[in-house]
């Protein structure tokens, strides 16, 4: 059972009446499927054969971007501030646009068009400073080309929550504008999320799939919650395959590591992907990867680790936790830092840059 719920009613405490948006969809079927020739889908499970981590494989299909996100014009030499996003050079700045405050980090190559963009997209009673705070991808792309947009939930911290009702169409929206105002391109648009921004992220994968390049969702599972994501069931699948990463803890106390093992089994099964088997391992990490035919992957990473962190009242994290995340817990509204405690042996913003660069363009 997901454990979020019954801390609304504490943290609704501190929403100025605003109310969080909690509303089950309708029932959905649930799937009895198995990946074809998958072998055992439970992540707990090893391959002796191969300990190193596998090339990525071929990138997907490519379709055409909707209008919204087409290609920027060739005429035009770099970037172009609108009544938005007013300032286009390298930094990092916060822009509020249509209700919601989007912090952009802007890495010099990206002052010229054609950049990348990731959008790092927080949970539940967090901020786009606090995501930074445990992905440190804005940091980490400072020297690439990707433009990295980590937006901010309303109400403030800690009541911060996603709509799929009003949300999820705004966040989409400002994806767009980044492209047009940036002359990004829109071939490379990316998306990642955590906890409630994770299950933002699934939703983008079944909705979005015609523009998104590739997706991470981490510690979010529609299989496990009655919010809504992307479950991999008719009426409710991706237009397209495209290249996933997905995170799970094993000790996750919000979303339980049983159910979340449905999401892998459905994305298997819907894009009849063969497992590879576990392709790296390390001190309380595997990470296993599937694949299809042409070799698009979907890899899960699997963590041990927990959180230390303990509030009164409030369920522990436990496993709910970003691996190699420093994160000191001291913003405000803040209720606890949502870092595992050491030693973790992978960092988790450092391995969506990587899957993004290496699955590269839509």
Request: contains cysteine; proline residues 9%; glycine residues 8%.
């Amino acid at each position: 059972m997901n454990r979020i719920a019954p801390i609304l009613a504490l943290l609704c405490l501190a929403c100025d009446g605003a109310p969080l948006d909690v509303a089950p969809p309708p029932p959905r079927a649930r799937p009895d499927v198995t990946p074809r020739d998958a072998g055992s889908v439970d992540a707990r499970s090893r391959d002796a054969g191969t300990k190193n981590e596998a090339d990525a494989g071929a990138a997907p299909d490519a379709s055409s971007p909707r209008d919204a996100g087409a290609a920027p014009d060739a005429g035009i030499e770099g970037p172009a501030p609108d009544d938005c996003i007013t300032d286009t050079s390298p930094g990092r700045r916060a822009f509020a646009c249509d209700g919601l405050t989007y912090h952009v980090s802007v890495p010099t190559r990206c002052a010229a068009p054609g950049c990348a963009v990731v959008f790092d997209v927080h949970g539940f009673t967090m901020s786009g400073v606090m995501q930074e705070n445990n992905t440190n991808l804005a940091a980490l792309a400072e020297g690439t080309d990707f433009i990295v947009v980590q937006p901010s939930a309303t109400p403030a911290p800690p009541a911060s929550n996603w709509s799929a009702r009003s949300d999820d169409a705004r966040v989409f929206d400002f994806m767009m504008r980044v492209v047009r105002v940036f002359r990004a391109d829109a071939a490379r648009l990316h998306i990642t999320g955590f906890s409630d921004g994770g299950w933002l992220t699934w939703r983008f994968v079944c909705e979005h799939a015609d523009v998104l390049a590739s997706a991470a969702p981490a510690a979010a599972s529609g299989y496990c919650s009655v919010e809504r994501a992307c479950d991999f069931v008719e009426g409710e699948l991706p237009a397209r395959k495209i290249p996933l990463l997905f995170m799970l803890g094993t000790q996750d106390a919000y979303v339980e590591f049983a159910c979340a093992q449905e999401q892998i089994t459905a994305v298997a099964s819907a894009w009849s992907l063969m497992s590879e088997g576990v392709v790296e391992e390390g001190a309380g990490y595997r990470l296993e990867r599937y694949s299809d035919a042409a070799g698009l992957p979907f890899e899960v990473l699997v963590h041990d680790y927990a959180s230390d962190a303990s509030v009164p009242l409030i369920p522990d994290l436990v496993g709910h936790c970003y691996p190699g995340s420093e994160d000191p817990g001291d913003e405000d509204g803040q209720i606890f830092p949502f870092g595992c405690a050491p030693p973790n042996a992978f960092h988790w913003g450092a391995r969506v840059l990587d899957f993004f660069t290496r699955t590269g363009t839509r």
